[in-house]
């Protein structure tokens, strides 16, 4: 049952993959509607200053957010219907396609009908848990970007950042840029070594933009005298009811603290981008297939050449899949939206297959690239190993690792976990907590990370107010009712 | 503890009771207290189906869900039955959580059953009078009374009936802790063990039945069936039909909010549970479907979630800006002539079993009634004949 809207494709998402896709399907000739949480388009690696601030000058902003402001400015100007500020917190599958539940703001929610749904969630900040976590003063690097990005404020002054991976050189950099005083930058990789470099140089064919990127970003940190030290990772944040030190330490090549290798700094601002990690919420729902790569942010779901998932009629595309950047989501949107129109009918599958050709072998390139730095940006396991016993891990329900390990010696099923310890159970309906349980309940019953099975995925996927869910119309099924010939 | 491919411990036992929810572990710790030798087989983990995903209400009022639909004096003598079979249960739970030494949370916070129609008015009046015939305190409470003892309500609802004794517990420690000591007192657990079909051996002196699992095969004297939604899959293996089908329920869990009520919430003529927890959360359900599917059990479904929630909002219009935060579901099983199965089935003596819809407020009283049974049949009251195992396969 759905409210009279009808859609050949639903695109979630309005990032770089959401917008391409959204457009290959629309430029089709495809009825489509984008829907985006945000009000407006671009995600968050795109993500425009916010209502109320008008760029007179794009020129300081960087060539990026030129580029995204193109592409949004391209995609409004299509025939792309676009739903903005707009959460799709249920799907349910019809016999033809798929029925989506969509809540704008805090309006009544609607029902969509979309004959194939592309699911482009994007990502969103690796949740790392260590003491001190929940203080004050520690941001995550989507988070603070987006204060830059939309209200182009800095809720500190003196900032340490701790990451690694591409975002431990860009992100910095960006801030420094900013004018960020960067009283040092960690990354929890080793610095590359001549093999290292020999490897980029052989995967350089067709990421030229990357590696300049880098290298200025590099430039950049020296420019700024922004020290950067390899192999060193959070430890603890520290402070009277907000950050006032951070504590780091050398790590091994597993990211486990070395002992005796501590460091203290003053700082009152603690960013931290360990890298990106897959919104899987709708992939979950639907009952797509998973795999797992700690590079890539974890589980990643399951796809052929076409981006099609396991599940019926539903694809996926860019960060939401396995984050690989806004060039690889680009161009798995081009690919996501022709096999949409493919399978729809409205395009022979030689000319998607000729029309997917270039986007595919860009795609080809990046992930050759990703092998070259893989070394560098292998993610250790010690990432999940930095809380001690009274580190809040759930901070929705506030249950603690000491509370968490009592009840994970005694099982290594996650809903027990939760169901015993609420761990999972708040607003955020377990984002940031689960990877960290199932790492706990890893190493707990020396299971790997990827085989452990998340709790029961469950609708809404955002918090919605029951007035805006409640439906008269709909009567009691009658499950009481006793069938026919007995009493 | 998970896992489906578990051995067995042992491969004979006195009494085998099939499933680990509330009803198989309370009979595994009574029999074991007195001595029984009882293996206890369970498919998944304990209490990870009904027992554990209802949302531990008492539901000591006679309910909708007890109603043929034709008025109360069609059922009169089930439902005064019925009512008093309440009132034992709620003399229970009393002394439960001291009975097990743990705390089970156990809180009476009384609940309202409410009405819209003149029609659900007048049945809430008649509950009221057999209520008070078997010993239940309510009172029906209507007009400026019902606006100042519960002004949270809505309205335009013309009347509620009050049960100080209702309230909840918490359903994911009562089977648990049953079980724990059920083990202590000698009963052997054995979690990730299917059943895959009974063997009877009526003559055989090593046990009237084998039992075939996936752990291996097993010979019992006597086996009881606990396995509530399963429970008629179970019997059809030694040839008995229940009248028993299973349903997934929807329910709907919202964020914390300030204490907005104490009492839980029902209502006599539409489908609805409403409580506030001790964190504060509502949780609000009450007899609402879930889809089928085959990658998760038993998914949430929005249709239910829609019409669920409108029940809630006419009966306490405050919660429109409350959010709901998360759904979850679980099977129950219910009969088709809303009377238990428990006792000995005399088609096929050693055959036993505890199956009740509303199983998590009646379980522990019934599987206490049939440890006392099969303890000493001479002098344990026998069950109601509407209970028997055999009324179908007749």
């Given at each position: 049952m759905h409210d009279g809207e009808r859609y050949a494709v639903l695109v979630v998402g309005g990032g770089p993959a959401g917008m391409s896709a959204a457009m290959t399907a629309a430029d089709a000739g495809l009825r489509t509607l984008l829907v985006d949480e945000r009000p407006t388009l671009g995600g968050q690696v795109f993500k425009q200053p916010g209502l109320g601030f008008a760029v007179t000058d794009g020129r300081p902003l960087g060539a990026q957010w030129r580029y995204g402001h193109r592409m949004v400015q391209r995609a409004e100007g299509s025939a792309v219907m676009t739903a903005m500020r707009t959460a799709v917190i249920d799907v349910e599958e019809q016999r033809d396609g798929w029925n989506a539940v969509l809540a704008t703001d805090d309006a009544h929610t609607r029902t969509v009908f979309a004959s194939r749904v592309i699911l482009c969630p994007g990502a969103h900040d690796r949740p790392i848990v260590f003491p001190g976590w929940t203080l004050p003063g520690v941001i995550t690097a989507g988070g603070l970007q987006s204060l830059v990005k939309t209200q182009r404020f800095m809720p500190g002054r003196r900032m340490v950042f701790a990451g690694s991976g591409p975002v431990a050189l860009a992100f910095p950099a960006q801030l420094a840029e900013f004018g960020a005083d960067i009283v040092v930058a960690l990354e929890a990789g080793p610095a590359p070594n001549a093999a290292d470099v020999a490897r980029l140089a052989g995967a350089?064919?067709?990421n030229l933009d990357l590696l300049i990127d880098a290298a200025r970003y590099r430039a950049g940190l020296l420019r700024h005298r922004v020290p950067l030290r390899y192999r060193r990772i959070i430890v603890r944040a520290e402070g009277d009811r907000r950050v006032e030190r951070v504590v780091h330490a050398a790590v091994d090549a597993d990211w486990r603290p070395i002992a005796g290798t501590e460091e203290t700094v003053a700082a009152d601002l603690l960013c931290i981008g360990y890298g990106f990690a897959p919104s899987l919420e709708l992939l979950r729902l639907i009952g797509a297939g998973f795999d797992d790569d700690e590079a890539l942010g974890g589980p990643t779901v399951r796809r052929d050449r076409w981006c099609r998932t396991t599940a019926a009629r539903i694809y996926a595309a860019g960060?939401?899949?396995?984050?690989?950047?806004s060039k690889v989501a680009i161009d798995e949107g081009v690919v996501a939206g022709l096999a949409a129109v493919m399978d729809e009918g409205s395009l022979p599958e030689e000319k998607a297959v000729a029309a997917a050709a270039p986007a595919l072998r860009r795609i080809r390139r990046r992930r050759a690239l990703?092998?070259?730095?893989?070394?560098?940006?292998?993610?250790?396991?010690?990432?999940y190993g930095l809380a001690d016993e009274s580190t809040v891990v759930c901070r929705c329900e506030e249950v603690t690792a000491g509370d968490l390990a009592h009840v994970i010696a005694t099982t290594d099923d996650i809903s027990v976990v939760k169901a015993l310890t609420r761990a999972g159970?708040?607003?955020?309906?377990?984002?940031?907590?689960?990877?960290?349980?199932?790492?706990?309940?890893?190493?707990?019953?020396?299971?790997?990370?990827?085989?452990?099975?998340?709790?029961?995925?469950?609708?809404?996927?955002?918090?919605?107010?029951?007035?805006?869910?409640?439906?008269?119309?709909?009567?009691?099924?009658?499950?009481?009712?006793a069938p026919s010939g007995n009493p | 503890m998970t896992g489906y491919d578990a051995t067995l411990p042992r491969s004979e036992a006195d009494v085998v009771i099939v499933g680990g929810g509330i009803a198989g572990c309370a009979l595994a710790y009574h029999l074991a207290m007195a001595g029984t030798d009882v293996l206890l087989l369970e498919?998944?983990?304990?209490?990870?189906?009904?027992?554990?995903?209802?949302?531990?209400?008492?539901?000591?009022?006679?309910?909708?869900h007890q109603l043929s639909g034709k008025g109360t004096a069609a059922d009169h003598d089930r439902l005064l039955a019925d009512a008093r079979l309440s009132l034992e249960a709620d003399r229970l739970w009393d002394k439960l959580?001291?009975?097990?030494?743990?705390?089970?949370?156990?809180?009476r916070t009384g609940g309202w059953m409410v009405a819209e129609t003149e029609d659900q008015l007048r049945t809430l009046y008649e509950k009221h009078e057999l209520e008070e015939q078997a010993g239940i305190e309510t009172e029906v409470v209507t007009g400026a009374a019902l606006r100042s003892r519960a002004p949270y309500l809505a309205g335009n609802l013309l009347g509620a009936t009050y049960c100080p004794a209702e309230g909840h517990a918490n359903p994911l420690v009562v089977a648990p802790l049953y079980a724990k000591r059920a083990q202590e007192a000698g009963a052997t657990i054995a979690t990730g063990v299917e059943v895959t079909g009974i063997d009877r051996q009526p003559d055989s002196a090593g046990g009237r039945f084998v039992i075939r699992t996936s752990g291996g095969d097993l010979r019992a004297h006597r086996v009881v069936n606990c396995a509530g939604a399963w429970s008629g899959r179970l019997a059809d293996m030694v040839g008995l039909r229940f009248p028993v089908r299973s349903e997934g329920l929807h329910v709907n869990v919202s964020e914390r909010r300030p204490r907005m009520f104490e009492p839980m919430i029902q209502h006599i003529g539409r489908r609805l549970t409403l409580k506030q927890t001790e964190v504060g959360t509502f949780i609000i359900g009450g007899g609402w479907p879930t889809g089928t599917s085959t990658h998760r059990r038993y998914p949430t479904l929005w249709s239910s979630a829609a019409g669920n929630l409108a029940v809630a909002l006419d009966v306490v219009p405050t919660l429109a800006d409350v959010r709901i935060v998360r759904t979850w579901s679980g099977v129950i099983v219910f009969t088709d002539d809303f009377s238990p199965i428990v006792g000995e089935s005399e088609q096929v003596p050693g055959f036993f079993a505890c199956v009740a819809s509303t199983g998590f407020t009646f379980s522990p009283l019934l599987a206490r009634q049939l440890a006392e049974r099969m303890l000493d049949p001479a002098t344990a009251s026998g069950f109601p004949q509407r209970y028997s195992l055999d009324r179908v396969s007749h």
């Open positions: 350089a064919a067709g960060d939401g899949t396995g984050v690989e950047g990703a092998r070259a730095t893989a070394r560098m940006y292998h993610v250790g396991r010690g990432i159970m708040g607003p955020c309906q377990g984002r940031y907590c689960s990877r960290h349980i199932s790492a706990m309940i890893g190493r707990e019953h020396d299971i790997a990370l990827a085989t452990i099975a998340p709790s029961t995925p469950r609708m809404p996927v955002r918090p919605v107010p029951i007035a805006a869910i409640a439906d008269r119309a709909v009567t009691d099924p009658g499950l009481f009712t | 498919r998944g983990s304990i209490n990870r189906e009904a027992s554990g995903t209802n949302a531990g209400s008492f539901h000591l009022q006679l309910a909708i959580s001291g009975e097990l030494d743990g705390d089970l949370g156990v809180h």
